[in-house]
């Protein structure tokens, strides 16, 4: 193995990381007559199984990736499904390109039975969500204990609500209602 990738190291452009008959290139990386160059700043990596070389992009642009977590915007809630605008990961705050779209199947909202999402969340609503599949479409839950709502929109004048301990109340009209709470939040969410 080339020295250059036995251990994940910083790499710039340009940057020498192995020979075609040693690996294959992968993600942020091209070939040259025979030889492996990094096209992006990032780590490099070797996946041992397919002998594949990589970059890791260090300020790439961000994708979505099963496990991750992610702060969605509730669009639209249909019977059964809750169709929503992902507005970016938890661990970044930069926006994902091309604002995909992701549902959360009624089944996914809460850890037992819900029959509907009336105290779930609701229009406007922004969720700290898991990605249950990222590709052909994006499968969001928030069944989790901490995942769930962290913003709301009043369903009444369409304000922002105030948080409380188990549920909003809007400053505006004092309507107050029931989510399903993201536990634990700390982070701050994006603008929704």
Known sequence: MSESVAHPKLVLPGDYLGASEEFLPGRGTYEDSGRIYAAVLGLSHV????RTVRVEAR???PTLVEGELVYARVEELKSAMAICTIL???ER?????????GTV???KARDRYTESFEGTFAVGDLLLAR??????????????????VV??????CHGPMARGSTEFECPRCGARERRKLAQGFAGRPPPH
């Open 88 to 90: 970016s990961t938890a």
């Open 105 to 107: 199947h009624i089944s």
């Open 131 to 148: 990605v249950l599949q990222a590709r052909p479409s994006v499968k969001l839950s928030t069944s989790e204990g901490p995942l769930g």
């Open 93 to 101: 705050s930069r926006a994902i390109p091309g604002t995909p779209e």
């Open 47 to 50: 996946d041992p199984r397919d």
């Open 59 to 61: 300020n790439g642009v």
């Open 151 to 156: 913003a709301a929109r009043c369903q009444t």
